[in-house]
């Protein structure tokens, strides 16, 4: 199987390709840039796996939740590539992809992104022994004081909404913290790895079906909201 996957929901932009038993990566904190550097990173694991896009068998990316413009770039260009080479899209959480970014083990897993306005994405997984993830709860997107979480004795933590708010974080725990990372961010590898299961399965969709998850649809305060009225 040759699969390509974008992740462009955060600050991180990062392109994968799997080829065969094979996976290469490229990655970079790059805000602001990702339009740039997508294409190019694409292209370059190509050439890298001595590939061409029409030997692509699916294209896979980050569906969010994360910055509205991140989140719409990855899916838009999964999109027109998909239906360039007329080939399925498979979508994949970008918070299940962070959440890989956690120790290699069975225990619970809060992936959790700051979403600004003092807010997070934030859901709850465990490693399922197959290299996929089982859900815990659901996507949401909270206060870190108003998170909720399943019980389990230990927890592994994930993302930039540790960098952030770690201490409320940190209380809202149900176990143990076995370790923390806020400098984390979900990667296209882990979105290929994802996508590759789900391909497998036989749930990869039309490119048109390809939709981007923004948990909220408000993007900015208001001039009320931010004290300036």
């Known amino acids: 199987m040759n699969l390509l996957a974008i992740e462009t929901a955060t600050e991180a932009c990062s392109v994968a390709l799997i080829h065969g038993d094979q996976v290469i990566a490229r990655s970079e904190i790059a805000p ?10 694409a292209d370059a694991l190509l050439a890298e796996a001595g590939l061409s896009r029409h030997a692509l068998d699916a294209v896979a990316v980050g569906r969010g939740p994360g910055a509205f413009t991140g989140v ?36 619970a897993i809060l992936a959790v992104i700051d979403a600004r306005m003092g807010e997070v994405y934030a859901a709850s997984y465990r490693r399922d022994g197959d290299g996929g993830l089982v859900a815990l709860d659901e996507e949401r997107v909270c206060t870190p004081e108003a998170l909720l979480l399943p019980e389990a004795p230990h927890w592994h933590v994930v993302g930039s909404g540790w960098a952030t708010y770690a201490q409320v974080l940190g209380e809202r725990l149900t176990g143990a913290l076995r370790s923390a990372s806020g400098n984390r961010y ?14 497998a399965a036989g749930r990869a969709s ?17 001039l009320v909201e931010q004290g300036k009225a």
């Open 32 to 41: 602001r840039r990702h339009t740039e550097l997508v294409l190019p990173m």
């Open 72 to 107: 719409r770039l990855g899916i838009s260009l999964a999109q027109g590539m998909a239906l360039a080479l007329d080939v399925p899209v498979i979508t994949v959480s970008s918070l299940a992809a962070l959440a890989l970014e956690a120790p290699e083990d069975d225990e």
């Open 186 to 199: 979900p990667q296209a590898r882990h979105v290929a790895e994802l996508a590759a299961i789900e391909f």
């Open 206 to 222: 039309a490119p048109e079906h390809a939709l981007p998850v923004y948990l909220r649809d408000k993007v900015a305060l208001t």
